[in-house]
């Protein structure tokens, strides 16, 4: 017994980094700090006055103000001092911002390294999973990557409500030990390999919230909410399943990167939704971006929509092509949906 207890007192503390501290990078900051045993956490955010305050008063200079981390949290003054040793790091930054944290993380990567994403999106331009971009930047270094992802937001996990995740990497080896260091008492992990699925399911709920919350702003039932919200989702599990690989469990409802994560986000009080909304109430694109910006809100499935016609034709799902025609191209109007609706929905 006594030899044992000192092997525990002599194992080594991973050092896990979360790069970017908005939203949901200060909720894992938190969550971690809650578990802390056999973890030296470090966090870091290109915002050196937010970095400054979160240094001195351990609490957020904008967000969640009422919950502070502890003393034994670093703040890293540097890219170089986040990495310096880091194992697990895990990015919660928005969706483009991708290349450009990836090329500043670079040169200070740990052969085998962990990187795990937080962002559900997909790339803009080219309609690239994130996980290709990153690849594509990282030539030559050997690193795993991994997508966290589920129907869980900032204020859930700092309040310790019980909640799911999945995290989805292609090396089964590596999914083991994250699901140690995320699960929690309140936080249950669900590992995949399906890492496509995932991905492309984490970037697509985004689209469908955004759409309920069209539908909701335009003043239709909640009955007729939730029949556009399911014939969407077959739309997008149809392009997933068939065209990239996804697994079907991926798209259950048991699945907390659909499932869970859609019920969430269509029905909770998101800013994708909230995004819809605005736009269902007639407020243009632009002003309604500029609106949830005001907020510190980051609306990853803008980015999604836009890059639809680079994933798949979009002739054959009607409400995928009405969102990139309406917010992408700004070539239809609004009341074209109902039109979708009433006659032309299969």
């Known amino acids: 017994m006594k030899y044992s207890s000192v092997m525990k007192?002599?194992?080594?503390k991973l050092k896990l980094a979360i790069y970017g501290l908005g939203n949901f990078g200060y909720a894992?900051?938190?969550?971690?700090?809650?578990?802390?045993?056999?973890?030296?956490?470090?966090?870091?955010?290109?915002?050196?006055?937010?970095?400054?305050?979160?240094?001195?008063?351990?609490?957020?200079?904008?967000?969640?103000?009422e919950y502070k981390v502890s003393k034994g949290i670093v703040f890293a003054e540097s890219v170089q001092e986040l990495l310096n040793e880091c194992k697990i790091l895990v990015l919660a930054i928005p969706s483009s911002a991708t290349r450009e944290v990836t090329g500043k993380i670079k040169p200070y990567l740990l052969p085998g390294i962990i990187i795990v994403n937080t962002a559900k999106a997909l790339d803009y331009k080219t309609g690239k999973r994130l996980s290709r971009i990153i690849k594509d930047e990282l030539?030559?270094?050997?690193?795993?990557?991994?997508?966290?992802?589920?129907?869980?937001?900032?204020?859930?996990?700092?309040?310790?409500?019980?909640?799911?995740?999945t995290i989805a990497c292609e090396n089964k080896k590596i999914l083991p030990k994250l699901t140690s260091v995320f699960q929690s008492s309140n936080l249950r992990i669900y590992p995949t390999t399906d890492l496509a699925g995932v991905e492309y399911?984490?970037?697509?709920k985004n689209i469908v919230s955004v759409l309920a919350g069209i539908i909701n702003g335009m003043g239709f039932s909640y009955g007729s909410e939730t029949h556009i919200i399911s014939r969407i989702a077959d739309e997008i599990e149809g392009i997933v399943t068939t065209n990239f690989g996804g697994k079907k469990d991926t798209f259950s409802m048991k699945s907390q990167?659909?499932?869970?994560?859609?019920?969430?986000?269509?029905?909770?009080?998101?800013?994708?939704?909230?995004?819809?909304?605005?736009?269902?109430?007639?407020v243009p694109v632009?002003?309604?971006?500029f609106l949830m910006k005001k907020q510190n809100k980051t609306i990853e499935g803008v980015n999604t929509i836009f890059s639809l016609n680079k994933i798949v034709?979009?002739?054959?799902?009607?409400?995928?092509?009405?969102l990139h025609l309406f917010i992408a191209r700004r070539k239809i109007k609004l009341n074209m949906i109902k039109k979708i609706i009433f006659n032309n929905i299969k």
């Open 257 to 282: 990167a659909w499932g869970n994560d859609l019920w969430m986000s269509c029905t909770g009080s998101t800013r994708n939704k909230e995004f819809g909304i605005l736009l269902g109430r007639g």
């Open 313 to 322: 034709s979009l002739k054959n799902y009607p409400l995928l092509r009405f």
């Open 9 to 12: 007192k002599d194992t080594p």
């Open 139 to 165: 030539k030559k270094i050997h690193y795993y990557y991994a997508q966290f992802a589920g129907g869980t937001i900032a204020s859930d996990l700092f309040k310790h409500e019980p909640l799911g995740a």
């Open 28 to 65: 894992f900051l938190k969550h971690f700090d809650k578990k802390k045993k056999n973890l030296v956490i470090y966090g870091y955010d290109q915002n050196k006055k937010l970095l400054l305050y979160l240094k001195n008063n351990r609490r957020h200079l904008f967000l969640h103000q």
């Open 286 to 289: 632009e002003k309604a971006l």
């Open 201 to 204: 399911a984490s970037s697509f």
